[in-house]
């Protein structure tokens, strides 16, 4: 489903990918693993548009993203690709259910309608009675849930996860990890996920070692 051929990334004098290869299937849960400063986070933004390569070469379903203009880039990502990230990233003006609807508005889905599918992700994940309470009224695994209903709302066809757990307790931990499972169970839903726990790690199909810019390990 994704390919990444050669991708380097310099940043000034510091190089920072040196020619990753990488394959991701339909409905892989893969983790990148790897010391601070490796280089996963960058590959990742890479991966999901947010950032671009110096060189080398991105497909997903056989589209060459490199090739898309700016404009092309951004609706592909939003209508394509999800993100989780740590620190949840919740608008706090908004209730949970509005933060759900924003990438659906922003890709002119009816309000009606974004709201009926924001809703019902967040049924589905447990938040029925949390719908209509903004970010400071939620606990950390409730915000973290919400993050992860606004980057399933547009139904993309991956989402990738950057220390998506690192802020949350155990008892909240444990069940985000579940969730992501849950979600793949039920959606066939692929995620790439950046992390330094090492239990997740292990569940997850594949995990890809980097180590200063470059893969080292490549493990089922």
Known sequence: MI???????????????KGIDLAVNYGEIVSIVGPSGAGKTTLIQIMGTL?????????????????????????????NIGF???FHQLLPEFTAVENVMIPAMISNIRQVEAKKR???LLDFLGLKNRMEHKPDELSGGEKQRVAVARAL????????????????????KIELH???????????????????????????????????????????
């Open 118 to 120: 924001a809703a019902e």
């Open 153 to 172: 709302v547009n139904k993309p066809s991956v989402i990738f996860a950057d220390e998506p757990s690192g802020s949350l307790d155990t008892k909240n």
């Open 84 to 86: 989780v990230f740590q």
């Open 51 to 79: 950032d671009k390569a110096d060189t080398g070469e991105i497909f997903y379903e056989g589209i060459h993203v490199n090739k898309l203009k700016d404009t092309e880039i951004a609706h592909f990502r939003n209508r």
């Open 178 to 220: 579940q969730l992501f499972f849950d979600l793949r169970r039920e959606f066939n839903q692929t995620f790439i996920i950046v992390t330094h726990d090492p239990t997740l790690a292990e569940l997850t199909d594949r995990t890809i070692k980097i180590q200063d810019g470059a893969i080292i390990n490549r493990q089922k």
């Open 3 to 17: 390919e990444c051929r050669r991708i380097t990334k310099n940043f000034g004098a510091l190089r920072v990918l």
